[in-house]
T-cell receptor, first 114, second 110 residues
Framework: DTGVSQDPRHKITKRGQNVTFRCDPISEHNRLYWYRQTLGQGPEFLTYFQNEAQLEKSRLLSDRFSAERPKGSFSTLEIQRTEQGDSAMYLC????????????FGQGTRLTVV | GIQVEQSPPDLILQEGANSTLRCNFSDSVNNLQWFHQNPWGQLINLFYIPSGTKQNGRLSATTVATERYSLLYISSSQTTDSGVYFCAVAQNTGFQKLVFGTGTRLLVSP
């Protein structure tokens, strides 16, 4: 078990460009979450998948953001027409569907929009 | 929504000292986790503790769900304990939409 894996670890992009991040959850976990963390704050929930179904989206997830989990395994988070306010750490987490639903986080993708 | 407050916001200790971090939450929860965020940004799981007491080496945690608070104890602190400690709670059954506090930033000096 290699834990939750995110790629890339760092991304610098110019304002207006599109970016895509990938998350590979712990293999037996069927729940996957995306969070965003800005400097000095705790992470904030963005969206949640159970298997391939996206079951909840935060109002933080504007229409420039889209997340997918096509085969119920890895997930991608795409940001279109990036803005400087999108600069943040994007964290992915996964958990098992069961009574013990501890969430485990990946290393994060740090996005800088210049 | 539920509010999570952590105290103190900042803590500076000498190596070897003990400390207590507190997490207060405004409503009943079914999940509470403590994390340590390392300098590279990764959240390391410390405890999954919706109620009761757990210990892991120099760290221990207690959650009193009826009084809506949790405590994280660090004994004999080491420089590697430095970082930000987050408490996060969830109210849903199953689906863990975690709500994080603003963290306690700990600096342990040699």
């Amino acid at each position: 078990d290699t834990g939750v894996s995110q790629d890339p670890r760092h991304k610098i992009t110019k304002r207006g460009q599109n970016v895509t991040f990938r998350c590979d959850p712990i293999s037996e976990h069927n729940r996957l979450y995306w969070y965003r963390q800005t400097l000095g704050q705790g992470p904030e929930f963005l969206t949640y998948f159970q298997n391939e179904a996206q079951l909840e989206k935060s109002r933080l997830l504007s229409d420039r953001f889209s997340a997918e989990r096509p085969k119920g395994s890895f997930s991608t988070l795409e940001i279109q027409r990036t803005e400087q306010g999108d600069s943040a750490m994007y964290l992915c987490a996964s958990s098992w569907h069961g009574s013990d639903t501890e969430a485990f986080f990946g290393q994060g993708t740090r996005l800088t929009v210049v | 929504g539920i509010q999570v407050e952590q105290s103190p916001p900042d803590l500076i200790l000498q190596e070897g000292a003990n400390s207590t971090l507190r997490c207060n939450f405004s409503d009943s929860v079914n999940n509470l986790q403590w994390f340590h965020q390392n300098p590279w940004g990764q959240l390391i799981n410390l405890f999954y503790i919706p109620s009761g007491t757990k210990q892991n080496g120099r760290l221990s945690a207690t959650t009193v769900a009826t009084e809506r608070y949790s405590l994280l104890y660090i004994s004999s602190s080491q420089t590697t304990d430095s970082g930000v400690y987050f408490c996060a709670v969830a109210q849903n059954t199953g689906f863990q939409k975690l709500v994080f506090g603003t963290g306690t930033r700990l600096l342990v000096s040699p």
